[in-house]
């Protein structure tokens, strides 16, 4: 079974940064892309980043650009978001999720999605 | 980096059959068939239910259906059932390599 377990979020002043987790299991993590997704409280999804399989090919939105960094270990099946200069805007759930798959092959969807985990900026 | 344009708002009774809209540009939802859609009940993470325009993944029930024409796509529900009551949200690959969603819709099941 497909487990993706964020972890990190909390409470953190404006300016602030703040690490997050996405632990996964149930499958080879080191051959999907993956990504992050936030959710402001009462709003909808917003795409903030997605990690190649092998880290070298990175996209991040315009509103997070130069702030927060994505990365990838491997060998620990972990998924991170370096997240720095943090404004209230960037207060939402944060949800890792898996590239989908058809018939063993990576389609252009988000298939699988961690519960999220929440972060609060605010002073 | 603007949302792709979705209903705010849905609704119909069991039974009957909706369609929710996702219009964007020809740098993404136009630009290429990568148009997925997923479910979202409160306090839930999202679910997928439609990759690559019009194809449905496993276990995901045949009364959900997607296409697209020009820069709008659609999802389509048949038979509501007073659990399809969700949020919907449409998403598009661009062609500048980022992702966006759409505003996302409340299905209300009357």
């Known amino acids: 079974e497909v487990q993706l377990v964020e972890s990190g979020g909390g409470l953190v002043q404006p300016g602030g940064s703040l690490r997050l987790s996405c632990a996964a299991s149930?499958?080879?993590?080191?051959?999907?892309?993956m990504h992050w997704v936030r959710q402001a409280p009462g709003k909808g999804l917003v795409w903030v980043s997605r990690i190649n399989t092998d880290g070298n090919t990175i996209n991040y939105a315009d509103s997070v650009k130069g702030r927060f960094t994505i990365s990838r270990d491997d060998a620990k099946n972990t998924l991170y978001l370096q997240m720095n200069s943090l404004r209230a805007e960037d207060t939402a759930v944060y949800y890792c999720a898996r590239a989908a798959t058809s018939l063993g092959m990576a389609v252009a969807a988000l298939g699988d999605w961690g519960q999220g985990t929440l972060v609060t900026v605010s002073s | 980096q603007s949302a792709l344009t979705q209903p705010a708002a849905v609704s119909g009774s069991p039974g009957q059959s909706i369609t929710i809209s996702c219009t964007g540009t020809?740098?993404?939802?136009?630009?290429?068939?990568?148009v997925s859609w997923y479910q979202q009940h409160p306090g839930k993470a999202p679910k997928l239910m439609i990759y690559d325009v019009s194809n449905r993944p496993s276990g995901v029930s045949n009364r959900f259906s997607g296409s697209k024409s020009g820069n709008t796509a659609s999802l389509a529900i048949s038979g509501l059932q007073a659990g399809d009551e969700a949020d919907y949200y449409c998403c598009s690959y661009t062609t500048s390599g980022i992702w966006l969603f759409g505003g996302g819709t409340k299905l209300t099941v009357l």
């Open positions: 020809s740098s993404d939802v136009g630009g290429h068939n990568y």
């Open positions: 149930g499958f080879t993590f080191s051959n999907y892309w």
